[in-house]
């Protein structure tokens, strides 16, 4: 049995996110949970860091060393560094020598092109899989909370990642009707930026940007005292500042992701039919993703 399970290693499921790529068996054991970063030596176009070592460098590197985002959008912005990052995470998922190589599923947002989509296939047959299907990624949000999408029963899933909005209704294991935003969590980063710039005169990097969002970013009246001290590069002088600032000096970066979550949802909820609206009013809404 050993022996067998050498030469077919297990099937895994790839969320293949602009944010963070999640790579799991089927019985749901996460194998890989790290950052879609990799950092690339110019001089050379080799590989210098995939994943968290190549995250820890964003910001941060001299002009060799450019460390990139390869999906934008949920969409694969860079064929080849995709590729790159998706064979590094193979081979550290797939530890050992396996005679056959792994069938992939990996997830997708419901708006992609059929050219978007084969380039998803093809990403993940050139990292080494023996097979790609591509799943819907509210379909496999749904499998992974036991939801029984084959029921004639109606849910509505709402994924805010960091590069879509993506409101679904999904029944009889197939989507009724979905809508599909370009727009997530890397945008609020990028208005955290911006705001600070305008209010502050205070240029800070994408990552501060992200810490300042995960520890301060909410819509809720109670938490906008919240406070955080935050450090970059003064615009006027060019010399290094600390500033305080709390939750509402950055809630006009996050307002925008909300609206546009509010108006997928209800673009979906006009489509469906009346019985699935009252399965949904029943059942609740399911939200997902990192944002």
Known sequence: MSILLKIFPADLGVDLG??????????????IDEPSVVAIDMSNYE????????????????????????LE??????????????????????????????????????GLTDVERRSVEDVGLHAGARD????????AS?????????????????????????????SLGGVVASHCEMMGGEDIDSNIQY???KNFNLLIGIQTAEEIKIKLGSIEEYDQKNAMEVTGRDLV????????????????????????????????????????????????????GGV
Not at 18 to 31: E, F, H, P, V, Y
Not at 154 to 170: D, K, P, Q, W
Request: charged share 25%; proline share 5%; aromatic share 4%.
């Open 132 to 139: 790609v299907r591509l799943v819907e990624e509210n379909i």
């Open 47 to 70: 590989v210098r860091a995939v994943g968290n070592e190549a995250k820890e460098m964003l910001g941060k590197t001299p002009d060799n060393i450019l460390a990139v985002r390869p």
């Open 195 to 197: 705001l600070l710039k």
């Open 237 to 288: 002088t060019g010399m290094p500042k600390t500033i305080q600032i709390t939750a509402s000096d950055i809630i006009e970066g996050i307002n925008p992701i909300i609206l546009e979550t509010v108006k997928s949802t209800r673009d979906v909820l006009e489509k469906i039919p009346p019985d699935i609206s009252a399965d949904i009013v029943k059942e609740g809404i399911y939200f997902l």
């Open 73 to 110: 959008h949920g969409v694969i912005a860079d064929f080849e560094t995709a590729q790159a990052m998706l064979t590094y995470f193979l081979r550290k998922a797939v530890k050992g020598y396996s005679l056959f190589q792994p069938r992939l599923a990996i997830t997708i947002p419901m």
């Open 142 to 170: 749904a499998v992974g909370l036991d939801i029984d999408v084959e029921r004639p029963d109606g849910h509505l899933l709402i994924n805010v990642g960091a590069g879509t909005i993506e409101a679904s209704v999904v």
């Open 18 to 31: 602009t944010s963070r790529t999640i790579i799991s068996k089927k019985d749901g054991t996460i194998l």
